[in-house]
């Protein structure tokens, strides 16, 4: 029998909280983390009846500058909408969302996984706000509305992925650049970011092309999860469809969600259309235009984003690639090297700054760009002793002081140190201490 070729059609869905003082609709704090249930509340964010919502400026603010961030059109004229639904977390019924007029679209993204260039389009980036979050204990469900009306920024992406590693890389990006941005913290464990992947395959069998059931894995909270759920998914589908053939039928969606305990997608429900969700505009609250001046405002506010600075370190101070990526980690990284590269002027090297920043794991909170430099210079200065020059120095001085050499093995931890001062004397200071502290363990072994 013929083998079946197949590929994976990945689309995607995230949801990430933003980082303001207050709620979307009202002024309740929307730093919600840890605090006891149900006590950052008011009528708007519980849905009381005649409350009216007031925009929070911030917020769309924050999304505009995202959507900069992903290379989407602004839209002149933007509005939120309600979307209907019925369930416990929502309690007036529907979400303020966007339906037909999101704040951006038609974005795209280029990142790298495993040097192979990738390319994703955005189809839209819009704001609504979080629901309300239910726990389960036993029989009973607890509804905490802190949560409800926390601003919440959603990316649904074109179906552009081929595999699952791809999707885990464009997320890290999205969670590096959110970050980078400072707008929200985007932690998965905390909720702050949720991802919910479409997947189907483009199957060819006998010289046909097939297409198998789309199915959307609900609310991940974790890049490793995202993998295996795929993963798990794609295998799945790929099986159903030698044993059943099943098509995808238009405007028909499958929701899955991940169990973790037993490693598999485990079927939800059959999806609502959109039209299932009666999207009608929010009347309490105007459309909201958005001046050309204003968006070039925006665009001022966002620095040299990650990738960007990635390629400029690689360019400009000639460091890996590998490194530059581990210091464009995070701005406050990225800055901290520049500042102690300049700092240091001609007397090191970028490439050398950056292996010390990243190999040594400096906690730039405690060590200034300025002490750096000065450290990295007197080791420079300490380090004219090495390599066998300093091994014999060493044997020299253990077979000198054969007492502390016993004291150290019987455990006297401070023999050690008086090791090392004798060895510093004989060299007068011109021996790196940690190769000295190297080759002292080694020889007392
Ligand atoms: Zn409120």
Known sequence: ??????????????????????????????????????????????GLPGALPVPNKKAVEQTIILGLALNCKISPLSKFDRKNYFYPDLPKGYQISQYDLPLGVKGELKFKV??????????RVHLEEDTAKMSHLGNLTLIDFNRSGVPLVEIVTEPDFESSSQVEEFLK?????????????????????????????EVVKEGRVYYTPLVELKNINSFRFVRKAIDWEIQRQLEEFEKTGRVKEKGNKTTRGWDEKTGTTVLQREKEEASDYRYFPEPDIPPIKITASQISNLKSQICELPQERLARFVREYGISEYNARILTEEKKIADYFEETVREAGRTLEPTAIAN?????????????????????????????????????????????????VEDYKKGKTNALQFLIGQVMAKTKGQANPEELKFKLLKLLK
């Not at 730093?31 to 006891?36: I, L, N, Q, V």
């Not at 405690?366 to 300093?390: C, F, H, N, W, Y």
Request: with cysteine.
């Open 114 to 123: 495993q040097s192979a260039k990738c390319e994703v389009r955005i189809r």
């Open 173 to 201: 990006y999205l969670q590096r650049l959110v970050r980078w941005l400072g707008i929200s913290q985007a932690d998965m464990e905390k909720g702050q970011m949720r991802c919910e992947p479409t997947v189907n395959l």
């Open 356 to 404: 010390i920043i990243i190999n040594k794991k400096i906690d730039i909170s405690k060590v200034s760009p300025v002490e750096l430099v000065k450290t990295l210079i007197q080791q420079r200065i300490a380090t004219k002793i090495s390599g066998s020059d300093l091994e014999k120095i060493v044997l020299e001085v253990l077979s000198q002081n054969q007492k502390a």
């Open 1 to 46: 029998m013929e083998k079946i070729k197949f590929l994976p059609i990945i689309g995607l869905e995230v949801h990430i909280e933003l980082k303001t003082k207050s709620k979307m609709f009202c002024a309740c704090s929307a730093d919600y983390f840890g605090k006891p249930p149900n006590t950052l509340t008011c009528p708007v964010c519980l």
